[in-house]
């Protein structure tokens, strides 16, 4: 367990990894509900920011302060706009919506990791990767 208190990015990992996988199953289930997958979309992003806001930056870049919320918002919007892009790309070209956006988790977490990190919790970051 050391190995993830002196690594932040395996820390990002770990909390994002928690955060896809509920994310996602939600995600299916709404799709599996017959949502429209925008709306699926949506509504995972939403429940997303609400709970990987406090648990990024309590348990990834050891942050206190609330008002980053502002600044993580817009990352989040930026994340939520390249995944509607990359849904809407891959609808197109007929890719079943489950693996569209299983396929999306991956471009958008390196997106979110290097956006909070630069962007968002760079005046409290102390650890190195």
């Known amino acids: 367990m050391l190995i993830f ?8 990992v770990l909390v994002a990894g928690v955060n896809v996988l509920a994310g996602y199953s939600i ?3 709404l799709i599996f509900l017959k949502f429209h997958y925008i709306l699926a979309s949506t509504l995972v992003t939403i429940l997303g920011i ?20 502002l600044r993580y918002l817009l990352v989040w919007v930026l994340v939520y706009l390249l995944n509607i892009a990359g849904l809407v ?24 990791f290097f956006l909070n990190k630069k962007f968002v919790f760079k005046l409290v970051d102390r650890n190195k990767i």
Do not use: D, E, H
């Open 89 to 112: 790309v891959l609808n197109y070209f007929k890719m079943n919506n489950y693996a569209a956006g299983f396929i999306m988790i991956f471009p958008l977490a390196a997106t979110g």
């Open 50 to 69: 609400l709970f990987g806001f406090k648990a990024f930056s309590s348990l990834v870049y050891n942050n206190k302060n609330n008002w980053l919320i």
């Open 5 to 12: 208190k002196k690594n932040q990015f395996l820390r990002y």
């Open 27 to 29: 995600f299916v289930l």
